[in-house]
Nanobody
Framework: QVQLVESGGGLVQTGGSLRLSCAASGRTFGSYAMGWFRQAPGKEREFVAAINRSGGSTIYADSVKGRFTISRDNAENTGYLQMNSLKLEDTAVYYC???????????????????WGQGTQVTVSS
């Protein structure tokens, strides 16, 4: 079992930045690949970014490429999502999740696969 708690969300103006954190407890965080997902009101949950167990490989959705950076600190059992140049369309609840491999993380958005946090709200205003 892995417990995940997201933090760092909030209200920010367009063009601003936020850094989300995902604190893990339970089984060794470094045993899992990690991903960030988001769900906007009335929309399906979507993939945002993923990172492999060591942190040496990352994947991004096209919509955030060049603006968001995913990272992790296995010694601190924490993952991060640095979000820059935020846009109105980035408004959503952001979730972190862990699965066994990087491929598994990007395979789908089902909450039945892996472990998920409760989410943190990010609101971008004009």
């Amino acid at each position: 079992q892995v417990q995940l708690v997201e933090s760092g969300g909030g209200l920010v103006q367009t063009g601003g930045s936020l850094r989300l954190s995902c604190a893990a407890s339970g089984r060794t965080f470094g045993s899992y690949a990690m991903g960030w997902f988001r769900q906007a009101p009335g929309k399906e949950r979507e993939f945002v970014a993923a990172i492999n167990r060591s942190g040496g490989s990352t994947i991004y959705a096209d919509s955030v490429k060049g603006r968001f950076t995913i990272s992790r600190d296995n010694a601190e059992n924490t993952g991060y999502l640095q979000m820059n140049s935020l846009k109105l369309e980035d408004t959503a609840v952001y979730y972190c999740a862990v699965r066994g491999t990087l491929s598994a993380v990007i395979a789908g958005t089902s909450v039945r696969d892996g472990y998920w946090g409760q989410g943190t709200q990010v609101t971008v205003s004009s």
